[in-house]
């Protein structure tokens, strides 16, 4: 697993070179992607969301495109149309933004629930149907969409389906005083996205994300990993807890999140360091405990603050 802990190094160290002074959220941003899944990015405008998307794509040499989502946007301008050639006298499919590998769906929560399940088909099946034409999307695939916290004007909240088929939903947040110096200092001629390099392929990519799988997981974090879920869909605070998607999308990210720290196998602190991002979003608190400004993300530290840990035997292949 060297070779795949090496490869990540790469990636992370090029996105690092355009986005400073966020090493966790480029590490949870290249989890993501090494586990096959999808990332939600929740946080106020300016902050670097897209430039992370851009610095990603450039340095896995990935098709990138952006859809900015708005309310008139129907789903055909996501997926594509099929239009009528008249010399050929046959339905021609003209491809949507969504064929791309690394698609930023920008504000995703301003169009209609109708255009935000165009994407649903694509992020869990990897394929478009179009007039009853299925049309297979290129690996890697991963969708980055960016919603804004603040502003609700206008806005359409992500149905629990959507949400439940991001592998994680992270935030930047604001760089410290020290980090929007370097930030302004490295911009002060040009932007340093225009000088990066590509770090790896998009086959190397598929090949690391077929040798996370190996990753050894003991029953006991596996049975850590389920008590877990188990207790969200338990708690009186919780209305619906997190769906079998939640335990394959956190069993997943601990795999990727050990090979990232140079080991073959996954501890305890890798479902601890995991749990929030993976499971937090696809909770849905009751309304008795919405009036009293209960977060997900509480629940979810309360749940581990108060789950027994799995043993030493777990941290070897015994």
């Known amino acids: ?12 160290e090029n996105v690092e070179t355009v986005i400073f002074g966020k090493h966790e959220v ?50 055909s301008d996501v997926t594509g149309v099929s239009i009528y050639n008249q010399k050929t006298q046959e339905f021609e499919f003209r491809p949507g933004p969504l064929m791309a590998q690394i698609v930023l769906t920008d504000e995703i929560n301003r169009a209609t629930p109708k255009t935000q399940s165009a994407l649903l088909e694509a992020m869990e099946e990897r394929q478009i149907t179009v007039d009853g034409v299925t049309h ?13 916290p603040i502003e609700y004007e206008g806005t359409f909240p992500l149905p629990e389906a959507q949400l439940d088929r991001f592998l994680m939903r992270i ?22 996205i225009e000088d990066l390099d590509q770090a790896i392929d998009a086959e190397e990519l598929l090949w690391a994300q077929q040798q996370i799988r190996d990753i050894y997981i003991d029953p006991l974090i596996k049975e850590y990993i389920v008590n877990l879920v188990h207790a969200t869909r338990q708690h009186p605070d919780i209305y619906l807890g997190a769906s079998p998607r939640g335990s394959l999308a956190l069993y ?3 795999q990727a999140r050990a090979v990232i720290q140079g080991r073959d196998y996954v ?14 979003h696809r909770l849905i608190v009751s309304p008795s405990a919405r009036i009293k400004d209960v977060d997900p993300r509480s629940v979810v530290a309360e749940i581990l603050d108060t789950l027994p840990v799995p043993g030493a035997r777990v941290r070897a292949r015994g």
């Open 252 to 254: 997943r990210t601990c």
């Open 1 to 12: 697993m060297r070779e795949v802990q090496l490869l990540a190094e790469r990636v992370i």
């Open 26 to 75: 480029v590490q949870l941003t290249l989890i993501c992607l090494l586990s096959d899944g999808h990332l939600l990015i929740e946080d106020v405008p300016g902050v670097g969301k897209t430039m992370l998307a851009r610095s990603l794509s450039k340095s896995i040499g990935c098709r990138f495109e952006r859809i900015q989502f708005t309310p008139d946007m129907l789903p």
């Open 267 to 280: 501890i305890p602190d890798d479902v601890k360091a995991l749990a929030e991002v993976t499971l937090a």
């Open 136 to 148: 297979r999307l290129d690996r890697p695939f991963l969708v980055m969409a960016t919603q804004n």
């Open 171 to 192: 935030s930047l947040g604001y760089p410290d005083p020290e980090q929007e110096i370097e930030i302004m200092d490295a911009q002060q001629y040009h932007h340093p």
